[in-house]
């Protein structure tokens, strides 16, 4: 249950530039999920990681404006890991991109997160599946422009992620001459193999991959 009413909310966002402070703690699907507000805003917190609107906000909104040009917006964008919202935020809200998204995620907290506080319902063109994501790739029938991948147990990238039946429906979903993100965290050995394995199949599936890091921990594939 929250924690706070709407009277103290302004001074919790001013006590969150000293420090963050829990708004709300609840099980999500793949364990303990934190609401909590942090430097003025609200954010979305795993155990070991941000899921939205904190440090992994600022990991896309850096990875996007970095290869996805400005004068040339997607026409379709499926977003395959949602959480709270953060991809559609800074596609709708701060590169102004009306594309039609199709996001998926299979968390019923993090969607019902993303619509009482992240305002996820008032996007428009926004198509929200409440799937696993091997399945709700499978369904989709077009070829996008813009693929992003976001999948996180807290640090890790789901095994099956890296499987070559996952990689194939990337492939599968990327329309020739289009862009795939795919954002991974190598920060133990099992996440390091995973992250490499992700590389690999793409590099065996795509003409040309790229890397980059970003907040000295994510690594960004960025397949074309």
């Not at 909590?36 to 939205?52: D, F, I, K, L, M």
């Not at 990991?59 to 996007?64: F, P, T, Y």
């Amino acid at each position: 249950m929250p924690i706070f009413t709407p009277v103290p909310r302004l001074l919790y966002r001013l006590l969150s530039h000293l420090q963050p402070v829990r708004l709300e703690r609840a099980e999500g699907r793949h364990g303990p999920l934190e609401l909590a507000c942090e430097q003025g805003r609200p954010v979305v917190n795993s155990a070991g990681a941000n899921q939205s609107f904190g440090s992994l906000h600022r990991v896309w909104r850096d990875a996007l404006d970095h290869f996805v040009p400005h004068g040339r917006p997607p026409r379709q964008v499926p977003v395959v890991g949602l959480g709270a919202g953060s991809v559609v935020h800074i596609l709708r809200a701060e590169r102004g991109i009306d594309a039609a998204i199709t996001a998926v995620e299979d968390d019923t907290l993090m969607v019902r997160w993303g619509r009482t506080h992240f305002g996820l319902s008032a996007w428009p063109h926004l198509t929200l599946l409440e799937a696993d994501a091997r399945e709700a790739l499978a369904g989709l029938k077009d070829r996008y422009d813009l693929v992003l991948v976001d999948l996180f147990t807290d640090l890790d990238v789901p095994e099956r992620a890296g499987t070559d039946a996952f990689l194939d429906l990337l492939r599968t979903c990327t329309a020739e001459g289009g862009l795939l993100l795919f954002n991974t965290i190598p920060h133990d050995p099992m996440g390091r193999a995973t992250s490499e394995r992700i590389g690999a199949g793409l590099r065996l599936r795509f003409g040309r991959v790229e890397e980059q890091g970003y907040e000295g921990l994510n690594r960004m594939f960025i397949a074309r």
